[in-house]
Every structure is written in C-alpha cells, then in structure tokens.
C-alpha cells in the first residue's frame, strides 16, 4: 500500500508521528508512506524542530507555500498536492485535522479519485466563523475513511448523515466511520518517557514541579481582536503578580507578530517587565510535553493542548467561546472561559481550590489508535 501523507501546520507535523512510527514498525513492508509538506509552517520552530525529534520521514516535497489569505494559501497548496497526487498515484491520501493544508488536500485528491483518510474526523465547534470549522466539514465529507477521536466525533457525523453500517470497501460515496481514539495520545505516551529523558527545558526556564502555569494563544478569534487579547493577558498578569508563579507562554509566531500592537504600548511594558510573564519563542514538542507534565494548570485557546493538559492530568482553562472536546469540559477538568477577564479569573479560582478533586478517566482511546488505522486502510485497499 502507498500512502501520501499531508502535513503542513505544526499540530499535523506532531500528529503524523503516531502513524509513521506504526508504519514504521509493524508493516515496514506493507506500507510505503510518502510525506508531502506544504509549507504553510515554515519557521525551524514551527516545523523542522517535529520532524528531527519525533523520527518522521523527511518530506520528500515541500510546496513551500508560507503564509497568505485562506484563498491563496489554499489555492497553493490545491495545485501543489494534485501535482504530486497525479505522479505518485497513492492508495490513499492521508489528512490529518483542520487547517487550510487539510481543506487543500481533500480538495485536490477528491477531484482526481484518490481516496482520503481523516484522522481527527468528525469535530464540530458549529461555529462556522472559524476558518477550521469549515475545513474539517469539507474534508470529512469528501473522505473515504474517517476515524474520530472522541465518541462525540463519531455522533456528529452520524447526524450529518453517514451511516455507520456501509459495507467495505469504502469508497468516498459510501466511506467508512470509525471511532478508534486519538493519535495525540498515542503520541503523549510514547514521548512522555523521552521527554522525562532529554527535555531541559525546565531547567532552562528555572522552573519549579508544579509551581508555574502553562499558557498559548494563537487563535486568530483572539490574536486579531485587540479586546479580546488584552483580556487575556490582562489575566496573564494578574495571576503571575497576585499569586507570584510563573506563567509560561510559548508564543505563536502569529501572536508574537501582533502581540505588541493590539494588546496596547502600555500591557506590552508591563508584561515585558514581569519577570513571573515569561514569553519564550514556540518550544519542541518533548519541552511542550514536559511543561505540560509539570505544570499547575493550562491556559490555551490551542485543541491539541487543551488535551494534552487532559492526558496529563491538568485542568485546562479554555481561551475560547466554545470546544470542539467538550467531554472534557463535561469532565469537570476544563472550563470555556472565552476570552472574558472575570470568566478567566472565576475558572483559575475554582481550579487553584480544586484541583486535587479532578478525575481524568481515559477517553481518548488506548493509545493504540494509529495502528487501528493502518489496519483498517490496509484491510480497505
Ligand atoms: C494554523 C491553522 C490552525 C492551527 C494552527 C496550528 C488554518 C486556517 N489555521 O493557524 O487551525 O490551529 O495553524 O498552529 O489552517 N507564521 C510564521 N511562521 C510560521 C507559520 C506562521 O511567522 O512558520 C505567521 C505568519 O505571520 C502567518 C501567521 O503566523 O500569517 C498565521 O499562520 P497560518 O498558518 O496562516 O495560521 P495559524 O494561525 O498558524
Ligand atoms: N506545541 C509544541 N510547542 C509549542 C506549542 C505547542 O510542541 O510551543 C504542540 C502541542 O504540544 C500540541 C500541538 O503543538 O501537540 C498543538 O498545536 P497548536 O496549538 O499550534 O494547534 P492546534 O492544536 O490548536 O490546532
């Protein structure tokens, strides 16, 4: 079996992980995987820092597409993939998640009959406003297989309309649905010990085991509405000054660029001369899980970090209006504060008190569900 693979935002660099190492060491002669980058992250520490530390083939093309309007970034990215698509003739394209990268290769593989897997299918905010939110319905309803996350995935696409009972072989007309759970779970328990292992991170922060707050921020519904993140990090400082901890923020290139500018002169200074504020530039993903492990609490706006602070056992604060992974809010561990000052402040309250009452029973599966997958799209071809 061939299989393209299509990253090209940070979370999916991560993800593709979980399958390559499945490929890798339970069908290295079944599976031959191709790995296609867009380009749509580009910086070493938004990208090439993933594929060095998480043993991901090296790409064999990047389309070097960089940033742009949804439009043109995603136009880009459509002509690039079909290119490839068309010379390689894969068994299958492989997507993972929502971002625009995701949209262009269901697009371009639908068109020319290449069969597509998503992985992260099923998610809804319904909240059509976010970019993701359209990307993710896109892809799902061109895709062959889908495999979910969450049982709350797999619901949602039973009220779109896909049946749970085709009969194989899937085809885009008659696609398959499976609820297997989640290739980021996968990857926290097997990169946990690495990271316990190689991450220095805490060191180099000076931090102290559960004694900072772990925080980002990179939704543009937060980084280009100036109210919105000022509130944020109005909070930010509140916390780090009144409860003398740290909060770490490992900035998003794309709020590092605006930060200054729309949270005003005057909370830049004051940020900038806190010394419990500490904004570093975006860390590796065995740093990310490191913090994660070791901190009290997370802040984010960010779907994969919302869960990491899950399967770490960590009360996560959402940045947000609302989440795609609402079992955990119905888990009692995460709470959508939005980007509301008094709501962001109720929720560190309440965890800060509660913390110790938090129960983090299993939902994203067994850590298994990459080979599921390959499994099934190998059973499929
Ligand atoms: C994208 C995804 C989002 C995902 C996020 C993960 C879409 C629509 N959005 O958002 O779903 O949660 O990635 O991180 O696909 N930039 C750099 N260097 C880089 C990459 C980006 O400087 O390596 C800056 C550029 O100014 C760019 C901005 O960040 O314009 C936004 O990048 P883009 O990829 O368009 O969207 P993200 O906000 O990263
Ligand atoms: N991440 C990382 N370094 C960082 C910030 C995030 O390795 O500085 C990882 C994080 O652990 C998670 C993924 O990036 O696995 C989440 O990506 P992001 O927040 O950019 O996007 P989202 O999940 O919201 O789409």
Known sequence: MKIVTLIGARPQIIKAAALSRVIKNRFPDEVEEIIVHTGQHYDANM??????????????????????????????????????????????????????????????????????????????????????????????????????????????????????????????????????????????????????K??????????????????????????????????????????????????????????????????GEKLYQQIQKEDKIRLIPPVSFLDMIMLESRCEMVFTDSGGVQKEAYFFEKPAIILRSETEWKEIVEQGCGVVADADKDNIMAAFDLFSKKKDELVFPPLYGDGKAAEFMVSKMLQNR
């Open 198 to 263: 190689k991450s220095t991170i805490l060191k180099q922060l000076n931090l102290e085991d559960q004694a900072f707050y772990l925080a980002t921020v990179h939704r543009d519904s937060n980084t280009d509405h100036p109210r919105r993140l000022q509130a944020i990090f109005e909070s930010f400082l509140q916390i780090a000054t009144t409860g003398g901890k740290p909060v770490v923020v490992p900035l998003h290139p794309r709020t590092a660029k605006l930060l200054e500018k729309n949270i």
């Open 47 to 196: 990208s090439q820092v993933f594929i060095d530390e998480l043993g991901i083939p090296e790409p064999r093309v990047n389309l070097n597409i960089g940033s742009g309007t949804h439009g043109w970034q995603t136009a880009g990215m459509i002509t690039g993939v079909e290119k490839i698509l068309l010379d390689e003739k894969p068994d299958y394209l492989v997507l993972y998640g929502d971002t625009n990268s995701t949209l262009a290769g269901a697009v371009a593989a639908s068109k020319i009959h290449v069969p597509v897997v998503h992985i992260e299918a099923g998610l809804r905010s319904f909240n059509k406003s976010m970019p993701e939110e359209i990307n993710r319905i896109m892809a799902d309803h061109v895709s062959t297989l889908l495999f979910t996350p969450t049982e709350t995935g797999y619901q949602n696409l039973l009220r779109e309309g896909f049946r749970p009972d085709n009969p194989s072989p899937f085809t885009a007309d008659r696609p398959g649905i499976f609820h297997c759970g989640d290739v980021m779970y996968d990857n926290s328990l097997y990169f946990k010990e690495i990271a316990l």
